[in-house]
Structure formats: C-alpha cells, structure tokens
C-alpha cells in the first residue's frame, strides 16, 4: 500500500538519527500519531525518512525526542515478519515537507520571576475602612 501525499501532526519520538544511504544522506525518527478520544484514542508509531539537504540542513538539530511537528510525504506499509514468527506491519513515510509545530514540554531548570503589579503614582484616599477583610 502506498499513499503519495499522506499528511499527520505528531511527537518525535526519538532524537533523529542520520546516516548515508549509498551515495544519499537519511535522517529517520519514529512519530507518535495519535487519532481519537478518550478510551477509543489510539497512537500509531510512522518511521519518518528525510532524505538528501533535508537530512543534513539546519532543521536536524531542532528534531529532537518530544518536539511536535506536521508533516506530509509518500506513506508506505511494509510488511514483515517479527521474532515472535508473527507477521506484523510498519509505516514508513518518506517526508516531503515538514513544519516545526511546538517544542518539547520540559520543565525550566531557570526560577520564574514573580510579576508584581506597578507602583501607584500615590495614595489612594477613597479606599472604604469598613470592608471587614
């Protein structure tokens, strides 16, 4: 099966690994796709490829585990059979665009500053004594 222009928004969910392929440079990533709600919600795992300048450009240093991104391409499944002996299947989607989206949810190791309100300019006199709090 193979879809051309197959479209998804998901997490990374592996910092992206880049490799030569023949005489081509391939950077892959798994991408967490997660469809539905509640107890029917689902995430299905696409291995991402990107290939050529895309793979060594600047982009590869922001594809990091967690960061959320959109991206669209030719989806394949391949079939193939685990060590259990069971037939099993994969996706594979060869990106032809990619959007960064968000990044990744992690805690600051720096303290938030408190905001606090601005100084008044000078005394507030019609201020009620009577307000019991």
Known sequence: MSLSNYSATG???RDVETRQAGSSTVATFPL???TGF???QK???VR???WGARATGGLIQYLTKGTQVAVSGELTENAFT???GIEKKSLELNINSIDLIGGKKEP???PQQQRQAPAMAGPVD???DDIPF
């Open 43 to 45: 995430t299905m795992w």
């Open 38 to 40: 509640g107890e029917r």
């Open 82 to 84: 685990g060590n259990d």
């Open 126 to 128: 019609d201020m009620d």
């Open 11 to 13: 997490n990374i969910g």
């Open 108 to 110: 600051s190791s720096a």
């Open 32 to 34: 967490a796709v997660t």
């Open 48 to 50: 991402c490829n990107l």
